[in-house]
């Protein structure tokens, strides 16, 4: 029997996910309950539909667990304590949380696998805990109340640092001193939600157009998990 893994409270960006996540989840059932009440009668559209369905929930519950391994790192778990805990083995853990948005930025590509070493694990423990975690008194708020202000000057901003062409989250985040770094990350991914900056590679982030003209003109991989 694992004993209990004792958590702080989770970073934003790790909030703002699974908030994310079960509303979409949310929008999925929605969706698939409609389609199945007026193709009732059609078993092709009414099986896509739930295949379709099926991945992506999937999908989403694999980001879901990778951010909660993420944040019971953070919080001091160790990775044999979350395979206890699991019943899975610690390479199992170990090899997998690099995918974690949160851990994302700490992580190192070994080979074909992205792993966050007991290095980058602290350097993420330390930005974690320098972080402040309550209102700042500058007036500087969270990302999801500045992506959902219709002045919000965060995301008017990081599409004008993606003008000079891709950059990464270390770089945007250093042009952007006046946020915190969970909140320039959690507004990234939102604006990749809408289509208004695309993922380029690991950590990087362009402009739509920009991104086109590189996947036009070069055929390598281009394609990346992390914010």
Request: proline fraction near 4%; hydrophobic fraction near 35%; glycine fraction near 12%.
């Amino acid at each position: 029997m694992s004993r209990p893994i004792k958590l702080r409270h989770p970073p934003q960006f790790t909030v703002d996910i699974v908030d994310d996540a079960r509303g979409r989840i949310l929008e999925i059932l929605d969706d698939l309950g409609h389609l199945m009440k007026e193709h009732e009668g059609d078993i092709e559209v009414w099986g896509s539909a739930v295949t379709t369905a099926g991945w992506e929930i999937a999908s989403l519950g694999q980001w879901l667990g990778l951010e909660g391994e993420a944040t019971l790192l953070l919080g001091g778990a160790s990775y044999p304590e979350i395979a206890e805990h699991q019943g899975t083995s610690q390479s199992n853990v170990y090899n997998r949380v690099g995918r974690s948005l949160t851990l994302a930025p700490y992580a190192k590509a070994t080979g074909s696998v992205t792993r966050v070493s007991a290095e980058g694990l602290e350097e993420a423990r330390r930005d974690y805990a320098a972080e402040d975690t309550s209102e700042p008194e500058d007036g500087t708020r969270d990302a999801r109340a500045t992506a959902e202000d219709d002045s919000g000057s965060l995301v008017e901003r990081l599409p004008g640092i993606l003008r000079g062409g891709p950059r990464t989250t270390t770089e945007i985040v250093a042009a952007l001193p006046d946020y915190r770094r969970s909140s320039v990350l959690s507004t990234l991914s939102v604006l990749a939600r809408r289509g208004a900056v695309t993922r380029v590679g690991h950590g990087t982030y362009a402009l739509p157009a920009v991104a086109a003209d590189d996947v036009g003109g070069d055929d390598g991989d281009v394609g990346g998990t992390a914010g």
